[in-house]
């Protein structure tokens, strides 16, 4: 199984994002995929959680209402929409995967991750 995370980049406060989690060697119908971000020096942070049936979890409250996990089965592709970005947003994004059910906060269990996608937010 291969996950190869896109789409950070450079955005002012306030701004949004979109990344991508291409999936190759497994079907997201039996894959949940959890996005992670980290911080130079700090514990790795989940983000949020879609699980092989479509259900997706906040991995962590700080996001609710301004990111969204979303997948398109077609394309074998999880998005992560970020919206209304803060300062303290800035990190590298790590999209995971595994046969489980759910994704654990602090990534423990994820079987299979992608390289990381800078998101730099700043004014």
């Known amino acids: 199984v291969q996950l190869q995370a896109s789409g950070g980049g450079l955005v002012q406060p306030g701004g949004s994002l979109k990344l991508s989690c291409v999936v190759s060697?497994?079907?997201?119908?039996?894959?949940?995929i959890g996005w992670f971000r980290q911080v130079p020096g700090k514990v790795r942070e989940g983000v949020m959680c879609?699980?092989?049936?479509?259900?997706?979890?906040y991995l962590t409250d700080s996001m609710k209402g301004r990111f969204a996990i979303s997948r398109d089965n077609a394309k074998n592709t999880v998005y992560l929409q970020m919206d209304s970005l803060k300062l303290e947003d800035t990190a590298v994004y790590y999209c995971?995967?595994?046969?489980?059910?759910?994704?654990?906060?602090?990534?423990?269990?994820?079987?299979?991750w992608g390289k990381g996608t800078q998101v730099t937010v700043s004014s």
């Open positions: 060697g497994i079907s997201l119908d039996y894959y949940s």
């Open positions: 879609i699980s092989s049936r479509g259900i997706s979890t």
């Open positions: 995971a995967g595994t046969d489980g059910s759910s994704c654990r906060p602090d990534g423990v269990g994820m079987a299979s």
